[in-house]
């Protein structure tokens, strides 16, 4: 790299830093897409993906493969050696294990949900109610994109407001693992009203109990909660599966025999 290009990458990374803090974009949050981002920027695709690489290499961005650029959670060492670390080589090797997160999802939530009910301050409960309304917000607007990282943002909002700092790195540890599956499967749940609106009444629960201070109450929304997402994204995966099974199948067997004349 030139010195004339790399005076041009580095203004361009102090420009996309910039745009995150203008925007107000917070760890979990993606990136616009790039041809979109590029253009918003005035630069070309090449010279953002450079100024990209660039900050993935600082920590501040992860890309995922088909699934965009986000800003990283910023993990403790203990957490991105012990937690993190093990369970990506275990994804790598087979993606089932992102099933097992989701489980683990169910005692960890469920206990931050408890304490945040006991130890929330205004603060913190105010900013649980900013995220719950970011997910209204988002969804009104039909952007389910943006409301699947609104609602990431409600379950670490929890999460910080337990005040448990294992807890919330386990959190930020798996959500790092599963950010582009988890959006995906989000988006998906969000563009069927069906399915958001028991979302939106199970989030206004969880954020009520929390409000009131009744961590029993707050525990079971959250167990309700995450058994309906994962059964959910189950059979989304599954619909998905098997509609990819079918379009491999030969054309004779997609014909169904005519009827013979007697």
Not at 3 to 20: C, G, N, P, Q, S
Not at 186 to 205: C, D, G, K, V, W
Not at 228 to 250: G, N
């Amino acid at each position: 790299m030139t010195t004339m290009t790399k005076r041009l990458a580095d203004h361009l990374v102090e420009r996309i830093r910039i745009f995150i803090r203008d925007r107000g974009l917070e760890a979990g949050m993606r990136l616009p897409a790039e041809r979109k981002f590029a253009a918003e920027l005035g630069v070309s695709r090449n010279s953002l993906r450079e100024a990209i690489q660039i900050l993935i290499r600082e920590g501040l961005l992860i890309s995922r493969r088909g699934g965009g650029t986000f800003l990283r959670y910023q993990l403790e060492p203990w957490s991105e050696q012990r937690i993190v670390q093990p369970i990506r080589s275990l994804l790598a090797d087979d993606p089932g294990y992102r099933y097992d997160i989701l489980e683990a999802r169910h005692a960890i939530e469920a206990s931050t949900a408890w304490h945040a009910a006991l130890r929330a301050t205004p603060a913190d409960k105010e900013k649980l109610q900013i995220c719950f309304d970011a997910t209204l917000k988002f969804t009104e607007q039909d952007d389910p994109d943006l409301a699947a990282q609104a609602d990431v943002r409600f379950h670490l909002a929890i999460a910080e407001a337990s005040h448990n700092i294992v807890l919330l790195q386990t959190m930020r540890g798996f959500f790092d693992l599963l950010q582009s599956s988890v959006m995906e499967s989000r988006q998906r749940m969000y563009l069927q009203p069906p399915i958001f609106s028991q979302l939106t009444e199970q989030h206004r629960e969880m954020l009520d109990a929390i409000l009131a201070g009744n961590a029993e109450r707050a525990r079971k929304a959250v167990m309700q909660h995450l058994g309906f997402v994962h059964s959910t994204i189950k059979q989304l995966d599954e619909d998905v599966a098997r509609q990819a099974r079918v379009t491999r199948l030969p054309d004779d067997l997609l014909t169904l025999p005519r009827e013979k004349k007697s």
